[in-house]
């Protein structure tokens, strides 16, 4: 762009946009609500069947059969550390669509519950603060300010890597 055109109001507001606005289902881990950008969610489902595959990090339950497609699933409590806990009513699965390395991939995500889909400006979102150099938060977003309250935005692509999916036969070659 030109300079000139740069100092045209809309242009540079345009060209100052966040990319982390947007649209969010909200979804609850215990006490905690995060949210994943809805363009990567393909479905929400209730908790079926889960084959076990031996060998997998404890956050990683197994796999399902969704349509004929093979898609991993991640707990994603044990992911983030928190303490397990049953399954309840509100339990469900949340199918994303992820790019890793120009590879499309499918991941189902068990949540406690979802909650809405909310709609975040870029001035309500800040970077998540620095935990220091021994806590790794590459699936922090940022984080968002909503009515009081914070919400974890998720980058869901790095919820689960690519070398995770790589460890279950038949996924990913």
Avoid: W
Avoid at 64 to 72: F, Q
Wanted: contains cysteine.
């Amino acid at each position: 762009m030109t300079a000139q055109l740069l100092e045209h109001p809309v242009v540079a507001a345009q060209a100052n946009i966040d990319p982390r606005a947007g649209k969010y289902l909200t979804l609850r881990l215990g006490r905690e609500v995060f949210g994943i950008p809805v363009l990567y969610v393909r479905e929400i489902m209730g908790v079926q069947d889960i084959t076990g595959v031996p060998g997998m990090p404890s956050h990683l339950k197994g796999v399902i059969n969704l349509r004929g497609k093979i898609i991993p699933v991640v707990d994603l409590r044990l992911k983030f550390a928190f303490p397990a806990a049953p399954f309840t009513q509100t339990t469900c699965i949340v199918v994303v669509q992820v790019v890793q390395e120009g590879q499309l991939a499918l991941i189902g995500l068990i949540v406690d519950g979802v909650c809405e889909v909310l709609n975040f400006a870029a001035a309500g979102i800040e970077d998540a603060p620095d935990f220091g150099e021994d806590v790794d938060t590459p699936f922090v977003l940022g984080i968002a300010k909503y009515k009081g309250s914070v919400k974890i935005l998720l980058k869901i692509e790095n919820v689960l890597t690519l070398q995770e999916l790589r460890g279950i036969p038949s996924l990913v070659p």
